[in-house]
């Protein structure tokens, strides 16, 4: 099991950025692909953003296409979510999710993350 922490939400005006942090603690971060999802008020968890084992693949949801970047440092044990160019709609609890060990690959189904943090807020204002 792998415990996760995320941090870096908060409120911020549309058009601007954040970046999410997750930091991982437990079995071996860096053989396993990593995720972040979100969900908003009365909305189903949906996903957001992916990376696979060495960060050499990731995948993303048309929503955030182009706005996203997700990354991770093994050295350190965290992934990150960078945030540009906000909208109201990105308003959510930011989720970061680890897939099993030896799991090497990006996952859009959180099905196939074994281990999930507690979540951040991210508010954007219009």
């Known amino acids: 099991q792998v415990q996760l922490v995320e941090s870096g939400g908060g409120l911020v005006q549309a058009g601007g950025s954040l970046r999410l942090s997750c930091a991982a603690s437990g079995r071996t971060f860096s053989r396993s692909g990593m995720g972040w999802f979100r969900q908003a008020p009365g909305k189903e968890r949906e996903f957001v953003a992916t990376?696979?084992?060495?960060?050499?693949?990731?995948l993303y949801a048309d929503s955030v296409k182009g706005r996203f970047t997700i990354s991770r440092d093994n050295a350190k044990n965290t992934v990150y979510l960078q945030m540009n160019n906000l909208r109201s709609e990105d308003t959510a609890v930011y989720y970061c999710?680890?897939?099993?060990?030896?799991?090497?690959?990006?996952?859009?189904?959180?099905?196939?993350?074994?281990?999930w943090g507690q979540g951040t807020q991210v508010t954007v204002s219009s």
């Open positions: 999710a680890a897939r099993g060990t030896g799991t090497y690959y990006p996952s859009r189904e959180s099905m196939a993350y074994a281990d």
């Open positions: 990376i696979s084992w060495s960060g050499g693949t990731t």
